[in-house]
């Protein structure tokens, strides 16, 4: 389950590169877990809500590691997903309605 769009969009980005061979997944769990332990370590609660905040940390330092992206891109890019989380935050709080998509599946065939 994800708890804003953003979150099911890069869950399916690192699916789909991960899929495509531009990292391994070995190379991903590494990457993750080093960026979750800095987190903690600077201070986040580890409460659930920053998870796929790690996520988009940790395919930054992918693509930029492996020159996929350079890091203006790549922050620009955070920029809009951090907007549209806190934007989502935002309709939460008030009230307002907010579409959540409760599952992905990935697709595979990309032919």
């Keep these: ?6 979150e099911a969009q890069i ?3 690192v699916v789909q590169l991960g899929d495509r061979g531009l990292f391994a997944w070995r ?4 990457t993750l877990g080093a960026v979750i332990r800095e987190a903690q370590a ?7 809500d920053t ?5 988009v940390s940790a395919l930054e330092r992918i693509m930029t590691g492996h020159g996929l992206a350079d890091a203006q891109t790549v ?3 955070l920029g809009e997903i951090e907007r549209e989380a806190h934007e989502h ?4 709080l008030a009230g307002g309605a907010v579409a959540v998509p409760t599952a992905v599946a990935p697709r595979r065939d990309l032919s």
Aim: aromatic residues 22%; charged residues 30%.
């Design 1 to 6: 389950m994800f708890g804003a769009p953003w």
């Design 11 to 13: 869950f399916g980005l």
């Design 27 to 30: 190379e991903w769990a590494e």
């Design 42 to 48: 600077a201070g986040d609660p580890d409460l659930g």
């Design 51 to 55: 998870y796929y905040r790690h996520w």
């Design 75 to 77: 922050e620009r890019l």
């Design 89 to 92: 935050r935002e309709r939460q």
